[in-house]
């Protein structure tokens, strides 16, 4: 089988991707970047049959033309693919014009546009924010006259937390449509502000059927992540994911995915329990997701859960594993501004916890902010009983202190 891979960059994560798809005896790997070949890792380049370059893999029309080039070379393609956001849409479109199987170009632009997506889940029931595509201010305002203060502005593509804005008044307001200036052919999404604890529930589905999930609680939130560069957050994947408790949301997810379209694949869905114990669903993306959870879920199972998202988008085969750990990781951040000038604390996080520390990637001195809401490090820790895991989350980011100057 000739199978391509998308990817912008030769990021660590989707040359972890590229080699877990490498691994598998049947198929030959063709690749598809907006960087050179010469920038995937030595150990894998021979291993590669092909490589296009393109300058967007958002680009449908660039994708196209690299699909049919490399077909040309090594015949026809059985899968084409991507985790990356942004190309989940246009790549969709691609597989339909050249007849490759994968998810439908309509159910792709559910997932990518967030009006669009919310639209249709309230049409099948399901709870959500409510939501305002904005083209001219004056949708806005009168969005604001209906659900009240603080809102939640966002791109309709966006991709997680990214560029999302919590608005708290009318000044504020005012401030972003200046910012923002939305149009009809460039509109901004204003969604009502969620409150509660935030969580995610991962999705396997085979031809449209959900066969396994995980969950994760998040916190603080992402967005006051977002909102607070200082703030050290963690995610929690706890053991008990066939509890009871999280029955609402697991019927409702399947639900939503099938709502959307969903066929075969990984889904990251980002949902809201509220303080009177109701759900409601943010955003889902039809991708495996970020921010170390495929990590997290590996270790949870003692597998590859990146090699098992590669069977499963190859073969359409997924074996369902068994939960042995609670896992959790807690993002590192510096305070301050400047390069990372010490960090206090790490001593007495290895010496306490040294024992559940599975995966690490610590900050170093000298090192610049990444920008990024993941932060300068992090910790990934596990243990059988999900207790643990979360009093050491906590213990850790108020123990631990990346100090910029």
Not at 348 to 370: F, K, M, N
Not at 376 to 394: K, S, Y
Request: glycine share 8%.
């Amino acid at each position: 089988m000739l199978v391509i891979f998308v990817a912008p960059f030769f990021s660590p994560a989707a040359t972890q991707m590229i080699e877990a798809a490498l691994a598998l005896p049947h198929i030959r790997l063709a690749v598809i970047s907006q960087q050179p070949l010469e920038h995937l890792s030595r150990h894998l380049l021979g291993r590669v049959v092909g490589h296009w370059r393109v300058g967007d893999v958002t680009d449908a029309s660039q994708l196209a033309r690299a699909v049919q080039g490399l077909s040309a070379v090594h015949g026809a393609v059985s899968r084409c693919f991507a985790a990356y956001e942004q190309s989940q849409l246009p790549l969709a479109i691609v597989r339909e014009q050249l007849g490759i199987p994968g998810l439908s170009s309509s159910a792709a632009n559910n997932f990518r546009d967030k009006a669009r997506m919310k639209d249709v889940l309230r049409a099948a029931g399901i709870p959500v924010a409510r939501h305002q595509l904005v083209g001219e201010p004056g949708d806005a305002r009168r969005f604001v006259a209906d659900v009240g203060f603080p809102i939640v502005v966002k791109p309709p593509a966006g991709a997680g937390a990214k560029a999302t804005e919590r608005i708290t008044d009318a000044n504020a307001l005012e401030d972003a449509l200046q910012r923002y200036r939305p149009s009809v052919d460039d509109p901004m999404l204003a969604e009502e502000f969620l409150r509660g604890t935030e969580h995610s529930l991962e999705t396997v589905t085979i031809n449209g059927k959900p066969v396994w999930h995980s969950l994760t609680r998040y916190a603080p939130t992402p967005l006051e992540v977002i909102e607070n560069p200082w703030i050290q957050w963690t995610v929690l994947l706890p053991r008990e994911i066939d509890d009871p408790h999280y029955d609402d949301i697991k019927r409702i997810g399947d639900k939503a995915l099938a709502a959307l379209g969903m066929t075969t694949g990984v889904s990251h869905c980002e949902w809201f329990r509220r303080p009177d114990g109701s759900v409601a669903i943010s955003e889902i993306a039809a991708r495996p997701p970020g921010a170390n959870m495929t990590t997290m879920i590996s270790r949870a199972h003692d597998i590859d859960f990146v090699g098992s998202w590669i069977r499963l988008m190859v073969d359409g085969q997924f074996v369902t594993p068994t939960r042995r750990y609670a896992v959790g990781t807690a993002y590192l951040r510096g305070q301050g501004h400047g390069a990372v000038a010490s960090i206090e604390g790490l001593d007495t996080v290895q010496r306490e916890y040294g024992h559940l520390i599975c995966d690490a990637r610590l900050p170093y001195l000298g090192q610049h902010p990444t920008g990024s809401y993941e932060g300068e490090g992090f910790l990934i820790l596990r243990h059988p009983d999900t207790r643990v895991v979360q009093d050491a989350l906590t213990r850790i980011i108020s123990t631990v202190k990346v100090v910029l100057r």
